[in-house]
């Protein structure tokens, strides 16, 4: 019966006909989608030898009626406000959702493998967070969910570890992978701008998420980052398991004194399997040299670095969001699963192959550290701190307070210290006592400091 019901839908898109799109979101990355189509169909078309023809059939949004900039005549009859509608119409045989978080995509995205129609998504949220459920449906109903997009935008990262890195055993990736921070962090170190100007025109670029309090806190990264995990260890990853923190702390002064060190504040993700086989994975602001490569990751740009066993060190590097970028990894996934449906080939995406993985716990894990305290200035306070690091054994490599020239005679100040190599618990649990002394204003800001391969 089974059996029956594939053939049907494979008779119904026998290999070289159209393939209808049902397009849930049309802004930034879904017009994009529209607009590359339009452009390069035929492209496709040919590429694929004729068998891989896409069209878009309906198109869903939350306001049919709204002005849409960059884009050409859409026939009003495309659009829709009714999902249900979108993944039951006939002319519908791929679903690409494009809509953003895990309410309303979670729906689409289990209705449409119900009716046996490949997802292709650039939701990173969704995967992350709900991932465990949609694969399973993904698994059940054999229909793929394709998501080159989800993660650093145009670079084709997901593929390459599926597939090129598949006889690898992945020993780490660290990357810059949210174009945002790393938009915002650039103009705040070059343009000397503010962080909520710098993040107004990351914005205004199409960069930043419709929630962008997720790209700053460190969780669109940190989605991203458990998709990889998943993907070379195997594992459902708990987005709890792992340690989060965003840029919005970043302040001017960590930018320039990172500067006068030799070094540039990057929001870092690091994912790396330890001897015992327990999986790292943390993403944070970090102090990383000058000379490491990622330290000329600019703007909004993003890259990987993988680890393999086999193949060593690669660096993956391109446009980590923004509309034509995006749009290019989910055209990519649109005509695989085209192919797919085309050829019968079944089931292609990814699959959990163990049930259980372990996170190592952030405090197990090792680093060096800036931390930047807001003191009140009076003497014996650096000497005061210093004291409880040392009875926790944790040294120091240097410390500093910037004098603001503008009022050398501060009560308030911040004082910085670096710090040695050690876990982090060893420096939670100090920093939780130095947060007693009465000099101390507010809690204590840590950013690792990466020695990277
Ligand atoms: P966006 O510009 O905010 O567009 C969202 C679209 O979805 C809009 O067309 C909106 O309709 C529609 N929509 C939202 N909620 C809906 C609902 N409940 N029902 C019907 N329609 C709904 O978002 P985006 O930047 O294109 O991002 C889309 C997805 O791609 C997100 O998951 C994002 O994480 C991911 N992504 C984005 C980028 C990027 O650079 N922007 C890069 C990689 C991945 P209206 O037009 O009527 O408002
Ligand atoms: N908001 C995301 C970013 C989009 O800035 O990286 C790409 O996933």
Redesign the pocket.
């Known amino acids: 019966m089974e059996k029956l019901r594939r053939l049907g839908t494979l008779r119904f898109v026998n290999a070289c006909s159209s393939l209808g799109i049902g397009l849930a979101?049309?802004?930034?990355?879904?017009s994009g989608v529209w607009n590359t189509l339009e452009r390069n169909g035929e492209l496709i078309t040919g590429r694929t030898g004729g068998c891989v023809q896409l069209h878009i059939a309906k198109i869903?949004?939350?306001?049919p009626a709204?002005a849409r900039a960059n884009i050409g005549e859409v026939p009003a009859a495309m659009f829709t406000?009714d999902?249900r509608a979108l993944v039951a119409d006939p002319a519908v045989h791929i679903v690409v959702e494009?809509?953003?978080?895990t309410t309303?995509a979670f729906e689409i995205v289990a209705a449409a493998l119900r009716a046996k129609k490949p997802v292709v998504t650039?939701?990173?949220?969704l995967l992350a967070e709900r991932g465990v459920e949609l694969f399973a449906l993904s698994k059940e109903t054999n229909t793929p969910i394709h998501f080159e997009?989800?993660v650093a935008?145009g670079i084709p990262i997901i593929r390459t570890v599926q597939d090129s890195f598949i006889g690898n055993r992945i020993l780490s990736f660290s990357g810059i992978i949210n174009g945002t921070s790393n938009y915002i962090l650039g103009r705040m170190t070059d343009a000397g701008l503010t962080f909520e100007a710098a993040l107004a025109e990351a914005q205004a670029l199409?960069?930043a998420?419709?929630d962008p309090a997720l790209d700053v806190n460190g969780w669109d990264a940190a989605h991203k980052a458990i998709l990889l995990a998943t993907l070379a260890y195997g594992f459902p990853i708990d987005p709890a398991s792992i340690h989060v923190s965003g840029i919005e702390q970043v302040r001017p002064t960590d930018i320039h004194f990172a500067k006068s060190l030799g070094y540039v504040v990057k929001l870092l993700a690091v994912i790396r399997e330890h001897p015992d086989r327990s999986v790292e994975i943390r993403v944070q602001p970090s102090f990383i040299a000058k000379s490491n490569i990622l330290a000329s990751v600019h703007g909004v740009f993003n890259a990987v670095a993988v680890h393999g066993d086999a193949a060593g060190e690669s660096l993956f590097y391109g446009r980590g969001?923004?509309q034509d970028p995006?749009a290019s990894s989910v055209v990519a996934d649109l005509v695989e699963a085209g192919r797919a449906l085309g050829n019968a080939s079944g089931h292609r995406g990814f699959l959990p192959y163990r049930e259980n993985g372990h996170v190592l716990p952030v405090r197990e894990t090792s680093t060096a550290y800036y931390v930047r305290f807001d003191v009140t200035d009076r003497p014996g306070v650096i000497a005061e701190i210093a004291k409880i690091l040392a009875e926790h054994r944790i040294g120091i490599s240097g410390t500093h307070s910037p004098v603001n020239p503008a009022n050398p005679d501060a009560e308030f100040v911040d004082m910085v210290f670096l710090l040695h190599t050690c876990p982090f618990g060893k420096l939670q649990d100090a920093l939780a006592e130095v947060e007693k002394l009465d000099c101390i204003n507010s809690e204590p800001v840590v950013f690792r400091i990466e020695s990277l391969g």
Do not use: P, Q
Request: hydrophobic content about 40%.
């Open positions: 979101g049309f802004g930034t990355v879904g869903l949004v939350r306001d709204k406000t999902w494009l809509i953003g978080g309303d650039g939701n990173k949220a997009a989800a935008g199409g960069y998420e419709a969001a923004g995006t």
